[in-house]
């Protein structure tokens, strides 16, 4: 069983779409995350949801929406896509010593 | 803004030697300490984690962290090709932070056959 999954894997879309990527993990962790890594590998934080409420909100264009819908799964949704949003998007969860643990990772192409 | 450093590399070194991987970081009351290895197209996975000072030993990965002096550090012996990979240093932030981990940009680690 996989502890943290995405999908998609990856997604190709055009600038000004809107996508959403989706992330659940089963490991009974309370806090889940959503990094960046750009190109040059920068691993960059954006958000972070313990027990489904919000605690920690970067500052990242308010077309990035995250939602929890319940513990074990957090999503992210992105209005208007554009060119500088290409990275790798990756879920995370953190267990009580703070060890993080990552999902394969997103990788978004926006043409 | 809470800042880890590392250099950023290459690191290269033939099989059988040691890599030495370093790390700074600014928050001098900072408390837990991680190492994750990131291979290429793949996501960040912890390989060893530190709170104390000293020495933490897990196979052929040594840890060392000098809170004193703010660094951490990352020892490979008996260096493998296959730990050819990049290395994220991450430091636990405390206070309005602690829920998150501040991430130094990597050291890239080549070991030659």
């Known amino acids: 069983d996989t502890a943290v999954s995405q999908t998609p894997k990856y997604l190709v879309t055009q600038m000004g779409n809107d996508k959403s990527i989706k992330c659940e993990q089963n490991?009974?962790?309370?806090?889940m995350y959503w990094y960046k890594q750009d190109s040059k590998k920068f691993l960059k934080i954006m958000f972070s949801?313990?027990?489904?409420?919000?605690?920690i909100n970067e500052t990242v264009p308010n077309r990035f929406s995250p939602k929890s819908p319940d513990k074990a799964h957090l999503n992210l949704h992105i209005n208007s896509l554009e060119l500088g949003d290409s990275a790798v998007y990756f879920c995370?969860?953190?267990?009580?010593?703070?060890?993080?643990?990552f999902g394969p990772g997103t990788r978004l192409t926006v043409t | 803004q809470k800042e880890v450093e590392q250099n950023s590399g290459p690191l290269s070194v033939p099989e059988g030697a040691i890599a030495s991987l370093n790390c700074t970081y600014s928050?001098?009351?900072?408390?837990?300490f991680f190492w994750y290895r990131q291979y290429s197209g793949k996501s960040p996975e912890l390989i060893m984690s530190?709170?104390?000072?000293g020495d933490k030993e897990d196979g052929r990965f040594t840890a060392q962290l000098n809170k004193a002096s703010q660094y951490v550090s990352l020892l490979i012996r008996d260096s493998q090709p296959s730990d050819s990979a990049t290395y994220l240093c991450?430091?636990?932030?405390?206070?309005?932070?602690?829920?998150?981990?501040?991430f130094g940009r990597g050291t890239q680690l080549t070991v030659w056959p």
């Open positions: 995370a969860t953190r267990d009580r010593d703070f060890e993080q643990y």
């Open positions: 490991l009974g962790h309370d806090t």
């Open positions: 949801y313990n027990n489904k409420e919000l605690i």
């Open positions: 928050d001098r009351v900072s408390q837990s």
């Open positions: 530190i709170y104390s000072n």
């Open positions: 991450a430091v636990k932030g405390r206070g309005s932070t602690l829920g998150r981990l501040y």
